[in-house]
């Protein structure tokens, strides 16, 4: 509750002449900072790095969803192997989220691309991937499939390059569901409640993505990678 507030008086032609009503103080809320994440020789898995009071919660704690063993993801080239990931290692927990960020060129798109489609030239030399305890078959195109916007999905960093100037945005998204085995008429509903949510009208399913600006095409791809609760 305000209460009155009586500054200090400089001069004695200074003098308050009435109280000032100022605010109640906000409640501050303290965030503790993690610890020191250099590692020289980069080879601590992320998930022994969280600092006291910074863990996930202990309910969840021994339940991770996502867990990365020593990957290894080459680059086929004419010159040879290139070593885009090598031995990495982490885990997420559920209802976790991890930040990854480092200087550009150093694998971070390749993690994420290898985890959901791993293509030519990117090749699986070693390591492992688990979904909800579940080894996900990486290395194998059509067997992800089952797990691929299901299970686990990618919001791609190049919108346009993700989505088929061919099609239009609903007949693209009604392949991608029967090759899954889902209705689309039966997801419409949803579809469009996302669209509206990201700020997109639904008239934006019979444009093609040519006709759409590039943050509306980034949107389109962000409701299109999480249609399906992965």
């Known amino acids: 509750r305000a209460r009155p507030h009586r500054r200090h ?62 990957l290894r993801v080459y680059y086929q080239t004419l ?48 390591g492992v991937v688990e979904l909800d305890g579940e080894k996900l078959p990486i290395d194998d195109f059509e067997a992800m499939n089952r797990h691929r916007m299901v ?8 919108a346009m390059s993700a989505l088929n100037p061919t099609r239009k945005i609903g007949k693209l998204i009604k392949e991608l569901l029967g090759a899954r085995g889902i209705s689309y008429r039966a997801k419409l509903p949803e579809l469009e409640n ?9 008239e934006v399913l019979d444009m093609y993505p040519i006709e759409l600006s590039g943050g509306m095409k980034q949107r389109v791809v962000m409701v299109i990678s999480t249609l399906l609760d992965p």
């Open 151 to 158: 299970g686990v999905s990618i919001v791609p960093q190049y």
């Open 9 to 70: 008086v400089s001069r004695a032609d200074d003098e308050q002449r009435r109280p000032v009503e100022r605010p109640p103080a906000r409640p501050v809320v303290v965030v503790r900072p993690a610890r020191s994440r250099h590692r020289p020789d980069r080879r601590l898995p992320l998930l022994h790095e969280r600092g006291p009071r910074r863990g996930v919660q202990p309910e969840v704690a021994d339940d991770m969803s996502l867990r990365v063993e020593d």
């Open 79 to 126: 010159e040879g192997e290139v070593k885009a990931l090598d031995g990495v290692s982490f885990a997420i927990a559920d209802g976790e989220i991890m930040g990854l960020a480092g200087e550009s060129g150093c694998g971070k798109s390749t993690l994420a691309q290898s985890i959901v489609r791993l293509v030519p030239p990117m090749k699986l030399v070693g």
């Open 194 to 202: 996302r669209l509206q949510l990201v700020g997109l009208p639904r």
